[in-house]
Structure formats: C-alpha cells, structure tokens
C-alpha cells in the first residue's frame, strides 16, 4: 500500500475532523488529494505534529483530532506516546505511516526497518487501543473502528516508501497556520 492510497481511503474521514500532519511526503500527498481549512501540515518541526495534536485533542474535547504521523517523526519523539496515554483522550486519533524510512530527505532506513516495532512501544506506553495494518482495506476498517471507538488510539500502518509525484505545495506555512486558527476558532465557538 502506498501513502496516496492510504489517504485515499480514508480522505472522507478527514473531511469533518481537525487534521495535523507531519512534513514532507505525507503532507504533500494530503495536499494533492484535496486542502481544507481543518487540515494543518507542520513543516519543519519534525516529530511534534502529536504533540500539537494532543494539546488541540484536549482543548476541544467535542471534536475528533487525527494525526498523520511518519515512523521516523515518532521515533525523534517517542516520548509523546507516554504523554498520549497519560491523558488519553478519547478524541485523538494516532496514525503512524511507518515507511521504515525516513522518505522526504532520501529515504535513509529507520529502526523500523531494523525491527523497531511501533506498535509494540504504543501498548508498552499504556496507549488503551493499538491497531495495525498493511493493506488498504485492513487500514480504513482499523480508521473507522478507531473513530467510532472514542477511545484514545494509535493505528501503525506499514506503508511502501514511495514518494509522491511533487512536493509543491501551492500554500506558504503562515497561511495554513492562520486559516487553520480561525478554523479552530470558528468550531470552539460553535455550539
Ligand atoms: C528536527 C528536524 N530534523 C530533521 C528534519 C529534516 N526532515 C524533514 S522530513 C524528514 C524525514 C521524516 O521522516 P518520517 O517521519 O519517517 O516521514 P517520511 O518522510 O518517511 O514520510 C527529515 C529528517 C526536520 N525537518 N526537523
């Protein structure tokens, strides 16, 4: 499965929901697939796309924040999985794409590519569900069930280190930034 498919899939399921996702390929793919003010592609600051995820889970409890996270971002960070499970909420939904590589700078292999297994520090961080999955069918079945769940969760998809057709992305940083704020603005006020 590749990470255009995987999205694919599951893109009507992120239509409604406050998306963050990691730089690079992922988002990139996202990007091609369809921008909407709800999602939020964080350049740069590698590792912390959960971070910010957590922090917007747990400021707007009535929405459903997923995270598109890469293997070589969650192992910069593995510390988040203890702080996701501290609070665990029910609203945040974690999704690795574990490409065993570190795909948007050359595709150097990460310790997933060497046995590291994610989902395995996501049970031992006390995260209450971990799925995984390595086709699309199996992927968008564990999305679906996640969400319905209300449960804190991490689903580890295995994904095939391919890089999309282009990295351009026709949208600076600060616009995303501030169209995202006053998207999240927009649903704290909602009733
Ligand atoms: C702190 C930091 N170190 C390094 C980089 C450079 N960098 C950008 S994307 C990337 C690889 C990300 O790997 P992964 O999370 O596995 O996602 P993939 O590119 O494989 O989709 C790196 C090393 C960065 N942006 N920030």
């Known amino acids: 499965m590749r990470t255009s498919e995987a999205?694919?899939?599951?893109?009507?399921?992120?239509?409604?929901?406050?998306?963050?996702?990691i730089m690079g390929a992922t988002a990139s793919?996202?990007?091609?697939?369809?921008?909407?003010p709800n999602f939020f592609y964080l350049e740069h600051?590698?590792?912390?796309?959960?971070?910010?995820?957590?922090?917007?889970?747990?400021?707007?409890p009535a929405e459903q924040v997923i995270v598109l996270d890469g293997?070589?971002?969650?192992?910069?960070?593995?510390?988040?999985?203890?702080?996701?499970?501290?609070?665990?909420?029910?609203?945040?939904?974690?999704i690795v794409?574990?490409?065993?590589?570190?795909?948007?700078?050359?595709?150097?292999?990460?310790a997933t590519a060497t046995g590291t297994d994610l989902a395995g520090v996501a049970r031992a961080s006390g995260t209450p569900r971990v799925l995984e999955a390595r086709?699309?069918?199996?992927?968008?079945?564990?999305v679906s069930e996640a969400l319905a769940s209300h449960t804190l969760t991490t689903i580890v998809t295995?994904?095939?280190?391919?890089?999309?057709?282009?990295y351009?992305?026709?949208?600076?940083?600060l616009e995303n930034r501030f169209q995202f704020w006053r998207c999240l603005r927009e649903r704290r006020r909602a009733p």
């Open 7 to 21: 999205l694919r899939a599951i893109y009507p399921e992120l239509e409604r929901r406050i998306i963050v996702t």
């Open 29 to 36: 793919e996202l990007y091609a697939l369809g921008h909407r």
């Open 45 to 60: 600051s590698m590792g912390l796309a959960s971070s910010m995820g957590l922090g917007i889970a747990l400021a707007l």
């Open 71 to 94: 293997d070589g971002s969650l192992l910069m960070n593995l510390g988040t999985l203890s702080t996701m499970a501290r609070y665990k909420p029910g609203n945040l939904l974690h």
């Open 97 to 110: 794409l574990d490409n065993e590589s570190l795909l948007s700078v050359g595709g150097f292999p990460t």
């Open 135 to 142: 086709t699309v069918a199996d992927f968008k079945l564990a």
């Open 158 to 166: 295995k994904v095939e280190a391919v890089a999309p057709s282009s």
């Open 168 to 173: 351009h992305m026709d949208l600076t940083l």
